[in-house]
């Protein structure tokens, strides 16, 4: 301060700051909190009597105070010298409290607020990933507010604290608190200590931990001890392992050197020498010759500060610069308030050496600090810049290979300590978190149709719907499409069957045709045969549907299609065999209402009425609920089964039931004549063909319900196409084969032949 005051008095480094002003001094001593609160009101009384014209010291009266420096001791002189607008600079209080303007209005520091220093605390917790620490914290303002800002913090960036504890101040059971502390640090396996501490409370501590055994800890230091060798001193405390330190930024003041060994030489040429007790316990109020005396540097003290004192002197002389008007090049001799430089300080703005001063709407000043680390030659200490924190914008840049991690031989490999309570989870795994931590946590493998694409992740993703998931998976995988589709192998097999069979049924139809006058085809029903053929070649053609991915038109048509073609079918048959049966086995007694059937075109009319409602029902169905291409992906969690919706809904079940009777009813009268002359009986062919129907029925319903893959699709089409391969070949083909192969059997003689057998039998 002495240095900074004389060095604008004299001009040297900038001669047009204050021209032809001096700057004066008082100093108190600020070693306790009633000196600082006793020199407060010395000085207000000056101001006092400065003001109403009684005034001490020449009339000069203080207009700006500088310090004091801890944040303890600020507090309350704070608060006073606010009251009273007189500004205040102090270059150690960090404390953030001093940062709150309706409190403190003419408070201004040129030392950051704890605030920074917690950010940057935080910051190379980050940057080490260390989640899981432990927080320490002096057993005062300091400590304790240090520790609650960390403590928030922490929460917000997902660092967990462990253990949290205050260091007591000397007090009766200091021993065992400190005891206490140190076998938690131990149980909590942490490897990363923060200590948000003052140097003196600190170094009655670390004994502890160096007696207790506790090695190869990362502690994180705040500026106040990081750099003290009060701390550094302690004998053994290399054992406790990696020291990082929050330090204030520092810089080389040119000529303070010269003028630090000038003013000792003077000091020690002037005075006798003599027996002085030194002070150590604050260095504000220890006399510069007794420390000269004892050859004891000002250097090698602890003056972290001398450079924010330095600084906030210049304030000062710009504010008062600005008061005075000494722009023009001369002052005004004008007195100024104190009050009046608040204003003006707020303002300042210059640069010493290569560091900017301003405060910001705080008060504070927008520097940040150096990162160091503690660096042993055998028990030598010495401290070493490995970085910095800036904290607008936030930039902490730290170049860790200049970080010792040894710890003398606990770790050889000089790997990075962790310190985290559980491991990330892998990809594919999420964490469940155990207890009260965010930071403990079990790893629990992703539910099939889920993904985890990174490691750590809290929540698992579902996968999109065409794709799919195993348990435990970091991506999800793409399901196959099942279809039946038109060049797969089993395809082409059931496209050859399905042309095969309308080759036949055609050819049948043709044959038909050709011998339609014949007795066997008349017997058969005539045209109804070319009906029916009709039928079943278009039942058959419908199971080209089933091919491919379903089309909006492939999934209307299909099943109606098929329905309605082959219930044409069945009535024909069942309209036959109720014919053949009343003629035959009623011929005597047959009733009237026959006769009028047959004779107005009865059968054609029950055919037509079975075959509309068949049709009507189907239509009503696809109208009111259209079935559209649809991709089910319930079914199989690794396949996407492509069909048509409302496959089973009730219209379905009701056309099923419609179907189901229509065959019943053919069945019956096809059994009806089981003993009918062999042209006329066709039962145990019809019969068959309806169980063929009905087996493949249901055994592709039995396939369907437990698989929908491409044989379940195939089973379909199989069904489709034995149906009508069943009627085929119980029906028609044993008369086509009469009618190609044995002519002779396709006369009237022989059917009369056998139906005079028949009628003999029966008598
Ligand atoms: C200021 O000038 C005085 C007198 O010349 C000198 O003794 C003193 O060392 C100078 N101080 C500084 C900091 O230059
Ligand atoms: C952080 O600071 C370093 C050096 O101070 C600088 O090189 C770097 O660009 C800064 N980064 C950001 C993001 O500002
Ligand atoms: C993980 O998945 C999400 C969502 O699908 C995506 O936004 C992100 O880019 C993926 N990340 C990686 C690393 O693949």
Not at 156 to 165: M, V
Request: contains cysteine; proline residues 6%.
């Amino acid at each position: 301060m002495r240095f900074a005051v004389e060095e604008i008095n004299n001009g040297t480094k900038n001669p047009n700051l204050l021209p032809g002003v001096t700057l004066g001094y008082t100093s108190y001593d600020i070693c306790s909190l009633p000196a600082s609160l006793l020199a407060t009101v010395d000085l207000l009384v000056q101001q006092y009597q400065g003001s109403t014209g009684v005034t001490s010291g020449g009339g000069q009266r203080p207009v700006a105070v500088i310090g004091p420096d801890s944040s303890q001791f600020t507090l309350p002189p704070a608060r006073l010298l606010g009251a009273y607008l007189i500004p205040e600079i102090s270059y150690e209080a960090s404390n953030q409290m001093l940062s709150n303007k309706q409190l403190y209005p003419s408070f201004f520091r040129t030392i950051p607020s704890d605030r920074t220093q917690v950010d940057a605390m935080i910051q190379l917790l980050l940057r080490f990933q260390w989640t899981w620490i432990v927080l320490l914290g002096s057993d005062n303002s300091y400590g304790l507010q240090g520790m609650q800002g960390v403590y928030e913090q922490a929460a917000l960036y997902g660092i967990c604290i462990a253990y949290q504890g205050v260091i007591p101040s000397i007090s009766a059971n200091m021993n065992r608190t400190m005891t206490n502390i140190v076998n938690n640090i131990v149980k909590v396996n942490v490897n990363t200590i923060v200590v948000f501490s003052s140097k003196t409370i600190v170094s009655r501590f670390f004994p502890f931990v160096i007696n207790q055994g506790v090695t190869g800890k990362v502690w994180i230091g705040t500026e106040d001890w990081s750099v003290a060798t009060l701390v550094s001193g302690i004998p053994r405390i290399h054992s406790i392992g990696t020291v990082l330190g929050i330090s204030i930024q520092n810089a080389t003041i040119p000529g303070f050197v010269e003028f630090e060994s000038r003013a000792l030489s003077a000091l020690l040429s002037d005075r006798p020498k003599g027996t002085v007790a030194i002070g150590l316990k604050c260095l504000e109020n220890t006399d510069l010759y007794s420390l000269a005396l004892q050859n004891y540097s000002v250097e090698e003290y602890d003056v972290t500060s001398g450079f924010n004192v330095y600084k906030a002197v210049y304030a000062v002389a710009y504010a008062l610069h600005q008061a005075l008007g000494c722009d023009s090049g001369k002052c005004r001799k004008i007195p100024v308030q104190s009050w009046q430089l608040l204003p003006l300080l707020k303002q300042v703005r210059f640069s010493v050496g290569n560091s900017y001063v301003d405060f910001d709407k705080n008060g504070d000043p927008p520097t940040g600090y150096d990162i160091i680390t503690w660096i042993w030659t055998g028990t030598q200490q010495s401290l070493r810049r490995i970085g910095s924190y800036s904290p607008d914008p936030v930039n902490l840049t730290l170049n860790s290979d200049l970080i010792d991690w040894t710890n003398g031989g606990y770790n050889p490999e000089n790997e990075v300590p962790s310190s985290i309570c559980s491991p990330e989870c892998p990809a594919g795994y999420w964490q469940l978190q155990t207890g009260q931590h965010k930071c403990c946590f079990d790893c629990l493998a992703c539910p099939a149709q889920t993904f985890a694409n990174n490691t750590g992740i809290s929540h698992c993703q579902p996968c999109e719907p065409y794709q799919w998931s195993p348990a435990g998976s970091a991506t999800c995988l793409n399901r196959t499409i099942l279809l039946l589709a038109w060049d797969a192998p089993l395809s082409v097999a059931l496209l050859l069957l399905l042309v095969l069979t309308m080759l036949m049924t055609l050819g049948s139809g043709v044959v038909f045709v050709l011998k339609l006058s014949t007795p066997v085809a008349k017997s058969a029903g005539g045209k109804t045969c070319l009906v029916m053929l009709l039928a079943l070649t278009v039942a058959t053609a419908s199971a080209l549907c089933q091919f491919g991915l379903p089309t909006q038109s492939a999934c209307l048509i299909k099943q109606p299609l098929y329905n309605f073609s082959f219930t044409v079918c069945l009535a024909c048959i069942t309209v036959r065999s109720f014919q053949v049966v009343c003629i035959f086995k009623l011929s005597s007694k047959l009733p009237p209402a026959y006769e009028i059937w047959t004779k107005n075109r009865g059968p054609e009319i029950t055919v037509l009425l079975i075959s509309v409602t068949i049709l009507f029902i189907t239509v009503l169905r696809v109208s009111l609920n259209p079935p559209q291409p649809s991709q089910d992906v319930t079914f199989y969690q690794d396949r996407i089964v492509t069909e048509c919706s409302n496959t089973l809904s009730v219209g379905a079940m009701m056309e099923a039931g419609y179907i189901a009777l229509v065959s019943g009813l053919c069945f019956a009268f096809s059994y009806m004549g089981k003993d009918l002359p062999a042209n006329y009986n066709e039962a145990k062919f019809i019969t068959f063909s309806l169980m063929i129907y009905m087996i493949s029925w249901i055994s592709f319903f039995a396939v369907y319900c437990i698989s929908r893959d491409e044989f379940s699709m195939a089973m379909r089409v199989v069904a489709m196409v034995s149906s009508v391969l069943g009627i085929l070949f119980g029906y028609f083909i044993p008369k086509v084969y009469v009618m190609v192969l044995r002519p002779q059997m396709n006369t009237t003689a022989h059917f009369q032949n056998c139906i005079q057998m028949y009628t003999m039998k029966k008598m």
